[in-house]
């Protein structure tokens, strides 16, 4: 059975930092009122196992970078970034596409003024932002000698190459400052993974607790077809052991039966799945 080359979508946060980063040429700026700090820090290691034995590639990355929203970011200041990821404000309340891709600007903890490529690195100068809290709380950790690390956002693919997963960004959306690896939002975890299917078998949505189509809908357990697909076909079983997930992190399957969601605390995946599974899922789906 052959492994497909791209096994799937993702919201990613991790931290991209080296583990042993150390700031340079820290600035401390502290007039009129106005307290700040500027220094250099790698923001992205390239090339090595990460602490979650993933890979990235400088080019792929370099490319991502190239943009014109990024370009904008930099001649008009600054590429901001936040202190930690995205988080909901009530518990077992989703985080929106929108929110995740846009960088909240009163959460902004610094700015990347510069990053380019310096070996197998992704380098900044980097300021940290005086007119909010989590810019003065950076300024103040750093100024008592504390090492920021940094954690990518981004839309990406995971990819096998020589046996090797490699992450492939499809969109930057920033790098956050972060103290832990990075978190992801509360989401409610059922014990049994469900889809709603209309009467009409061709209609179907994933993981929907409510429907205004209730009644015409009949819920289906899925916990069972779902767990034999992740222990048959190939593409979910080199996620989960990437990720160090386990078939308890499948929650759900796309409307177009083509991808298994699986998540866990700091990611959410699209993982492929072959025309093998696609057919194993559509004919339990049609025994209801």
């Known amino acids: 059975m052959?492994?497909?080359?791209?096994?799937?979508?993702?919201?990613?946060?991790?931290?991209?930092?080296?583990?042993?980063?150390?700031?340079?040429n820290l600035d401390?700026?502290?007039?009129?009122?106005?307290?700040?700090?500027?220094?250099e820090s790698p923001i992205h290691s390239f090339d090595v196992m990460n602490r979650n034995?993933?890979?990235?590639?400088?080019?792929?990355?370099?490319?991502?970078?190239?943009?014109?929203?990024?370009?904008?970011?930099?001649?008009?200041?600054?590429?901001?970034?936040?202190?930690?990821?995205?988080?909901?404000?009530?518990?077992?309340q989703p985080l929106s596409p929108e929110r995740i891709q846009d960088i909240d600007m009163d959460n902004t903890s610094h700015r990347m003024l510069?990053?380019?490529?310096?070996?197998?690195?992704?380098v900044?100068?980097?300021?940290?932002?005086?007119?909010?809290?989590?810019?003065?709380n950076l300024a103040r950790k750093m100024v008592q000698g504390f090492n920021p690390a940094f954690s990518c956002r981004a839309i990406a693919s995971l990819i096998l190459?020589?046996?090797?997963?490699?992450?492939?960004?499809?969109k930057i959306i920033t790098y956050d400052w972060v103290l832990y690896q990075s978190h992801r939002e509360a989401e409610m975890n059922p014990s049994s993974p469900v889809a709603y299917v209309s009467k009409n078998p061709a209609y179907m949505t994933e993981m929907v607790e409510s429907t205004s189509d209730?009644?015409?809908?009949?819920?289906?357990?899925?916990?069972?077809i779902l767990e034999s697909v992740g222990k048959t076909d190939p593409n979910p079983q080199v996620i989960m052991e990437s990720f160090d997930l386990s078939l308890n992190d499948i929650r759900g399957i796309t409307p177009d039966r083509k991808?298994?969601?699986?998540?866990?605390?700091?990611?959410?995946?699209?993982?492929?799945?072959?025309?093998?599974?696609r057919n194993k899922i559509n004919e339990f789906l049609r025994s209801f």
């Not at 510069?114 to 992704?122: F, I, K, R, T, Y």
Request: hydrophobic share 30%; charged share 25%; with cysteine.
């Open 214 to 224: 209730a009644d015409s809908c009949i819920m289906i357990p899925l916990t069972e």
């Open 28 to 39: 401390v700026h502290d007039k009129n009122g106005i307290f700040y700090v500027e220094f």
């Open 259 to 277: 991808h298994l969601i699986i998540k866990d605390e700091n990611n959410t995946i699209y993982c492929n799945i072959n025309p093998e599974s």
């Open 53 to 92: 034995s993933r890979m990235y590639r400088a080019k792929n990355i370099m490319e991502c970078l190239d943009t014109e929203r990024i370009h904008t970011y930099l001649k008009n200041g600054g590429w901001y970034g936040e202190q930690n990821h995205p988080t909901p404000k009530y518990k077992n």
């Open 2 to 24: 052959k492994l497909s080359e791209d096994m799937g979508l993702m919201f990613l946060e991790e931290t991209t930092s080296p583990d042993d980063n150390v700031a340079k």
């Open 124 to 136: 900044s100068k980097i300021q940290s932002d005086a007119g909010t809290k989590a810019g003065m």
């Open 114 to 122: 510069n990053p380019h490529l310096s070996g197998n690195l992704l």
């Open 161 to 170: 190459e020589s046996g090797k997963p490699v992450v492939h960004a499809r």
